[in-house]
């Protein structure tokens, strides 16, 4: 494990990153397994904190989490799929929304690699209902984490992204407690041992960042 491990990341991460917080009354029914793949509308046309006050009480940490790579068919759904699972499996359905696109349009509208749903599915994550998107203006301002899978997609949402939500972008790995590397490899040209890497890695860091919104959650729930 690296030092400090998942402790020291997200004990800063509760302390800097901004959550929208959204009544109970609101979010009955709203998000199950599988109308996680995309936001609802009650919830997509309400971001910030204008949802309910600071002292209101009942009142959750909606998380939403934007995972991106560059085409959006092979780490980032993969991410998407692996963290959905560990939301629903957490009891957090509810209070959490998970997505994924590309900084790039060469794939949208299709299924992640073939590659990569054989191997999520030998761990049991579902990726053959997701479809392939490319990153909009609009998910800078409706998202509270926007994790790159490497540096070069950091860099393009960079220089896409306004100054006001920069604080947003971070690199998935950031999360991560087992494994050192900083980025997740690209699999796409190599063979099916790359993608079981991507798991390995993607698995670690999800871990990571699904501490981190559970004790957001509970941080709020106690408030």
């Given at each position: 494990m690296r030092p400090g491990g998942r402790q020291a990341g997200w004990q800063r991460f509760?302390?800097?990153?901004?959550?929208?917080?959204?009544?109970r009354w609101r979010l009955s029914g709203q998000f199950g397994k599988h109308d996680n793949a995309r936001m609802s509308s009650a919830v997509g046309q309400s971001t910030g904190s204008q949802n309910a006050g600071?002292?209101?009480?009942g009142a959750f940490a909606m998380t939403k989490v934007l995972f991106v790579c560059m085409g959006n068919i092979c780490r980032s759904p993969?991410?998407?799929g692996v963290f959905r699972k560990m939301v629903v499996d957490a009891g957090l359905s509810n209070i959490v929304?998970?997505?994924s696109a590309g900084t790039h349009?060469?794939?949208?509208?299709?299924?992640?690699?073939?590659?990569?749903?054989?191997a999520a599915k030998k761990r049991?994550?579902?990726?053959?209902?997701?479809?392939?998107?490319?990153?909009t203006q609009d998910d800078f301002r409706d998202y509270d984490l926007i994790l790159a899978m490497d540096w070069e997609n950091l860099a393009l949402l960079q220089q896409q992204c306004p100054r006001a939500f920069k604080h947003k972008l971070h690199l998935l790995m950031r999360f991560a407690g087992e494994h050192d590397a900083a980025t997740v490899p690209d699999p796409y040209y190599g063979g099916p041992e790359g993608f079981n890497t991507v798991l390995d890695y993607v698995e670690d860091a999800c871990q990571g960042l699904i501490d981190v919104v559970r004790k957001r959650a509970t941080m709020y729930a106690a408030a």
């Open positions: 509760l302390e800097l990153l901004p959550f929208t917080r959204v009544s600071p002292n209101q009480k993969t991410a998407e929304h998970v997505d349009a060469y794939h949208v509208g299709e299924a992640p690699d073939l590659r990569a749903q054989q049991g994550y579902d990726l053959a209902e997701l479809s392939a998107r490319q990153v």
